[in-house]
């Protein structure tokens, strides 16, 4: 918009330059030329009477004055068919238009050369009429070059457009810082969507500007009050919700464990196991609902955080699990150096679970869970490769719904929701997630994230 202002307002300058300058230089234009020639136009007629006269004194004077005038100015003076005495031996012409209409019909002409301002010379033919009587006796012809005309022409347009170009140049600075001034309150209103956007609810734009931004700022600071106030709401209400859902689904468990202990029925003992196993399933669904609506409601801001520390971390978590059924947990990769993301704290932490608790499951006994880490240039990689049954096209497709729930090679269903929070937090670090083949089988998860450049990395760091 700054960019379209300073060209409207250059546009503008350049209009009233144009209208002002070129109308004043073609005025001088016409003005150099006009007073040339009348200058021109005079000597040449005071030279002609001369001619006329004839006489030995007038002769004497048109000589010293045809010299002084070549000496002094650009021209050059040609006497043509004068009287004997002045001019003798001198021919007239032959197809000469200016001459014929000079010394035939006493009739003084002007050529400039050109039909386009001037050319190299300006020639001016004047009849000298002889005295008492209505006829030319000859004529004085004045060659006058228009160098010094054509240099003075140059300084007339070329000083115009020098001016012209400063102006344009002071027009474009102070269009800048016009425009600028102009567009402060939209940019402040843009910085605060992008803060909100990021997730900092507590972002507001100050109320500056023309009316209508003023207006518009207040509107846009209400309505940040209110979305504030909301999702202050919706964290009240996620915490209350997972103490009241989580301590009744605690107890109820731990008294399923107490009735199992007590009880000898092989099929009572059966029913409290699958009892037990609902609950536990429950408090997985709880769990993931509670992760995904903290997602959804964005209460964090994308931060960088060691890639390779979290990863580790996660890793070392889980491999007891996969120990107890032989499951190998690799990290593989170009792992060089320590690469950062920009992801929100947890965020990191929770997809790496889900991953990594959907391919154990899936794993065979004895099988390998393969993590790798590769930068790829303003992004950074993590991809969770199993051994396990894979997924078709069409499964794929549905993976991320909610509630979607795979049959895994061990025939053990999941809550349904640990693929959908995983697509919900990376999508809110502003990074991918997608699904893949993996080679010789088994299915590739492939987390994408913004990477940090080392620069920014360290100075977060320090």
């Known amino acids: 918009m700054i960019r379209q202002l300073v060209r409207s307002y250059i546009f503008l300058v350049a209009i009233a330059i144009a209208l002002f300058t070129v109308p004043v230089a073609f005025s001088l234009t016409a003005q150099l030329r006009g007073d040339t020639e009348e200058s021109v136009m005079r ?48 021919l007239r012409p032959a197809q000469d238009a200016a001459l014929t209409a000079a010394l035939d019909r006493n009739h003084p002409s002007t050529d400039w050369g050109s039909s386009f301002i001037w050319g190299p010379e300006l020639v001016i033919t004047v009849p000298a009429e002889a005295a008492g009587e209505d006829r030319a006796v000859g004529a004085v012809r004045i060659v006058y070059s228009t160098n010094e005309m054509t240099d ?33 309150p939209l940019r402040q209103l843009n910085d605060m969507a992008s803060k909100f956007s990021d ?9 500056t500007g023309p009316p209508e931004t003023q207006t518009l700022a207040r509107t846009l600071n209400q309505g940040a009050e209110r979305l504030d106030t909301l999702i202050a709401a919706q964290r009240i209400f996620v915490a209350d919700a997972s103490h ?36 536990v399933r429950m408090n997985r669904l709880v769990n993931g609902l509670l992760v995904l609506a903290r997602a959804e409601a964005k209460v964090t801001v994308a931060e960088p955080l060691p890639l390779l520390d979290i990863v580790r971390e996660r890793l070392a978590v889980w491999r007891p699990a996969a120990d107890e059924r032989g499951v190998t ?48 240039g303003d992004v950074v990689e993590v991809s969770v ?9 069409a499964e794929k497709s549905r993976a991320f719904d909610r509630f979607w729930r795979g049959q895994g090679l061990t025939g053990k269903g999941g809550s349904g929701l640990g693929l959908a929070v995983v697509k919900q937090l990376v ?36």
């Open 152 to 184: 003075r022409l140059w300084t007339i347009w070329g000083f115009r457009a020098i001016l012209a170009v400063l102006v344009l140049v002071v027009a474009a600075l102070l269009g800048v810082g016009v425009a600028r001034r102009l567009t402060r």
């Open 244 to 279: 009241q859902l989580r301590t009744p689904l605690t107890a109820l468990r731990l008294s399923l464990d107490n009735i199992a202990d007590g009880v000898d029925d092989e099929f009572v003992r059966e029913d409290v196991e699958q009892a037990t196993a609902e609950v």
């Open 43 to 90: 000597e040449a007629e005071t030279m002609a009477l001369l001619l006329a006269n004839g006489d030995s004194t007038s002769c004497e004077a048109l000589q010293k004055m045809a010299t002084a005038y070549a000496a002094e100015t650009p021209g050059d003076v040609v006497q043509v068919a004068g009287a004997p005495g002045c001019a003798p031996g001198l």
């Open 329 to 376: 947990i690799a990290l593989r990769g170009s792992i060089d150096g320590r690469p950062s993301v920009l992801s929100s704290p947890g965020h990191l932490d929770q997809m790496l679970d889900n991953v990594l608790s959907n391919a154990l499951e899936v794993s065979p006994d004895g099988g390998t869970i393969t993590v790798r880490v590769d930068p790829r």
């Open 385 to 393: 490769l199993d051994e396990g049954p894979g997924m078709s096209d």
């Open 199 to 207: 997730g900092d609810l507590t972002a507001r734009s100050p109320v």
């Open 427 to 462: 999508t809110d670090d502003g990074g991918t997630v997608a699904l893949t083949d993996a080679p010789g089988g088994g299915l590739c998860v492939t987390i994408t994230l913004r990477a940090v450049s080392s620069r920014a990395s360290s100075r977060s760091g320090g």
